[in-house]
């Protein structure tokens, strides 16, 4: 659980707060049934993926310590927690673990060069009592290409993908989480396919390496897919991963 001693009643934005924490962790006990209560069981692991915009870049201003604080009970509900859009300045994800607690660890990216890296990072976050890092840790590089005997530069991704290997239990697993490009104000973007194309390619080739780390992978992120019947979210299904019929029900954005 989440610590909350530095919010006092006596307080008014304290009281409000304190308040409203309490009908968010009613709010999650309904949405997530089967995860709080069930926590310390081996047989359940709970993961999630979370784009928190800017987090936390001056841009909008810094999130107030309310925010933190709804953010830490979110996040204490699961496993483990991919997160992207992490700022350049780590004091946003610093104020987080302190609420979070000695429980939880978090592994995390430089950011990538560039105008279209937008400094961000991305990380994860992870409940050391269920998941445990397993050693891996890298971020995907696109290899160039060879036509008619020539090499070609291949363009690499706006926002470099981060892979980490981690344990729970007797499984070990790889996780890749990225933020492909948004992209011009098309529909779908040709640069936007090309990416999640790349992206799922070369991650499926990872799972069948001899020398890979663990076969099973999971890709997470902000893929910036609409619908089910894009070309983008196709690509990904054409590489060979399996998206669960009740994830493509769910909307790709919380109101």
């Known amino acids: 659980m989440p610590f909350y001693r530095e919010l006092k009643k006596e ?29 310390t069981q081996k047989r359940t692991l709970l993961l999630a993926t979370w784009n928190i915009r800017e987090f936390d870049a001056k841009t909008y201003g810094l999130r107030l ?27 946003g994800l610093k ?42 840790a890298g971020e995907l590089v696109l290899p160039d290409e060879e036509k008619e005997g020539k090499r070609i530069l291949v363009r690499q991704l706006a926002r470099t993908p981060f892979i980490c290997g981690f344990k729970a239990g007797w499984t070990r697993f790889m996780l890749a989480t990225v933020h492909i490009l948004y992209g011009s104000g098309e529909v779908e973007p040709q640069e936007r ?11 499926k080739e990872m ?3 001899e020398d890979a780390w663990a076969r099973n992978l999971i890709l997470l992120g902000d893929f910036n897919i609409f ?29």
């Not at 307080?11 to 709010?27: N, Y």
């Not at 396919?193 to 991650?203: G, H, M, Y």
């Open 11 to 39: 307080d008014e934005d304290d009281k409000r707060t304190i308040e409203r924490l309490l009908l968010l962790r009613e709010q999650l006990r309904r949405e997530i049934p089967k995860g709080i209560p069930e926590r």
């Open 65 to 91: 310590d309310e925010a933190i604080y709804y953010i830490a009970e979110i996040i204490d509900c699961f496993d483990l927690v991919a997160v992207q859009e992490v700022n350049k300045d780590l004091e």
């Open 95 to 136: 104020r987080l673990m302190k609420i979070l607690g000695e429980n939880w660890d978090y592994i995390f990216t430089d950011t990538t060069l560039g105008k279209r890296g937008n400094e961000e990072r991305m990380a994860f976050l992870f409940d050391k009592r269920k998941v445990t890092f397993g050693g891996l």
């Open 193 to 203: 396919i090309d990416e999640i194309k790349q992206v799922a390619l070369r991650l």
């Open 207 to 209: 799972t069948v390496d």
């Open 227 to 255: 619908k089910p019947e894009n070309k983008t979210f196709q690509e990904i299904v054409n590489a060979g991963f399996v998206i669960p019929p009740e994830l493509q029900k769910l909307p790709s954005n919380v109101g």
